[in-house]
């Protein structure tokens, strides 16, 4: 069974920082990994999909690789804002299904 | 295309009624997923139709819970009786092909009392 992990579980940064989110997942099998944005009591908005045979995918400030070997993926978000405070969910499609970790909650502070 | 449209937004019942949520995917999707959030297991695919057939309902709950899709352009998703941990927001999702982005509905935010 797919397990999909998510470290730093919440994040807090000041305005202008660089910084990178990890997620890790136990079996390599993976079809894509994406990255999502939720706000609070809102939906979940994709930022990034990355295919298995991709090592890398970027828009605008954001930045995710995957390496798929480790099982591991990391999003880089260059220059924060405080726009950018949300959580922030890997998620893997292997076999039919698509597995969310549990997220990582950002602040920026202005 | 609006996205992915979900009604009721809220949804405040008590235990033992009745609840149906609704969703209206992109059209032109062939895939429709049905999640649910909380707190304690975080997001889970209850079920995924595709052309209106349900594939995988193996994260449905139990037997009070039920999913139909009778045309591409609506589906519902049942909960009889309703009981306090069924409490949750329950999403709706779609996408062209199984491997391409999700495109997720805002959510009906359910609370049963």
């Known amino acids: 069974k797919q397990e999909v992990t998510q470290i730093p579980a919440a994040l807090s940064v000041p305005e202008g920082e660089n910084l990178v989110l990890n997620c890790s997942f136990t079996?390599?099998?993976?079809?894509?990994l994406q990255w999502f944005r939720q706000d609070p009591g809102k939906g979940l908005t994709s930022l990034l999909l990355i295919q298995s045979s991709q090592r890398e995918q970027t828009s605008g400030r954001l930045n995710a690789s995957l390496d798929k070997s480790s099982g591991r993926s990391t999003l880089y978000i260059a220059a924060s804002q405080p726009g950018d405070s949300a959580t922030y969910l890997c998620?893997?499609?292997?076999?039919?299904?698509?597995?969310f970790g549990e997220g990582t909650q950002l602040t920026v502070n202005p | 295309d609006a996205g992915v449209i979900q009604s009721p937004r809220h949804e405040v019942t008590e235990m033992g009624q009745e609840v149906t949520l609704r969703c209206k995917p992109i059209?032109?999707?062939?895939?429709l997923f049905w999640y649910r959030q909380t707190m304690m297991r975080g997001l889970e695919l209850l079920i995924y139709f595709n052309n209106n057939v349900p594939i995988d309902d193996s994260g449905m709950p139990e037997d009070r819970f039920s999913a139909k899709m009778p045309n591409a352009s609506f589906s519902t998703l049942k909960i009889q009786p309703s009981e306090p941990r069924d409490s949750a927001v329950y999403f709706c999702?779609?996408?062209?092909?199984?491997?391409?982005?999700?495109?997720f509905g805002p959510g009906t935010r359910l609370l049963v009392l």
């Open positions: 998620a893997v499609t292997s076999g039919s299904r698509l597995t």
């Open positions: 079996d390599s099998a993976i079809y894509n």
């Open positions: 059209s032109g999707h062939d895939y």
């Open positions: 999702a779609s996408s062209s092909t199984l491997t391409e982005t999700q495109y």
